[in-house]
C-alpha cells in the first residue's frame, strides 16, 4: 500500500516563502510521478506542480511559475515544493500526489493521481 504523507505548512506573510515536503513509502520511490494540488475553501482541487519519475519533466500552473519551484531527491524518497513570493491567494490546502508508472512524464490532471497525502495547511497573510 502506497502513503504519502507531506509537511511543512505553515502561517507566513505575503512575500515570504515556504517549503514542503512530502514522502512515500509502500513502493519504490522512482516508480512514482508526483505532483503537487491545493485546493483553497470553497474552489476545486487544482494543480501547482508536477514531475516525472526522474526530475527531468516539470510542470508549473500559471499563477506559480517563477516562484514555486519543485525538486526531487530519489535517493532520498522525498518530493519538495519551495515556495517563494507568497500571496495571500496562495492560501490553501496543499497535497501530495502520486501515480506508478505513469510514464516519462508528468501529469497536471488530478484524475491521474492515485495517492494523496491528507493535507498540509498553507496561510498567506496580507
Known amino acids: 500500500q502506497v502513503q504519502v504523507m507531506e509537511s511543512g505548512g505553515g502561517l507566513v506573510q505575503a512575500g515570504g516563502a515556504l517549503n514542503l515536503s512530502c514522502t512515500a513509502s509502500?513502493?519504490?520511490?522512482?516508480?512514482?510521478?508526483m505532483g503537487w494540488f491545493r485546493q483553497a475553501p470553497g474552489k476545486e482541487r487544482e494543480v501547482v506542480s508536477c514531475i516525472s519519475r526522474s526530475g527531468s519533466g516539470i510542470r508549473y500552473s500559471d499563477s506559480v511559475k517563477d516562484r514555486f519551484t519543485i525538486s526531487r531527491d530519489n535517493a532520498k524518497k522525498t518530493l519538495n515544493l519551495q515556495m517563494n513570493s507568497l500571496k495571500p491567494e496562495d492560501t490553501a490546502i496543499y497535497y501530495c500526489?502520486?501515480?506508478?508508472?505513469?510514464?516519462?512524464?508528468?501529469?497536471?490532471?488530478?484524475?491521474?493521481?492515485?495517492?494523496w497525502g491528507q493535507g498540509t495547511q498553507v496561510t498567506v497573510s496580507s
Open positions: 500526489a502520486a501515480v506508478k508508472n505513469l510514464g516519462p512524464w508528468c501529469s497536471e490532471s488530478r484524475y491521474e493521481y492515485d495517492y
Open positions: 509502500g513502493t519504490t520511490f522512482d516508480d512514482l510521478t
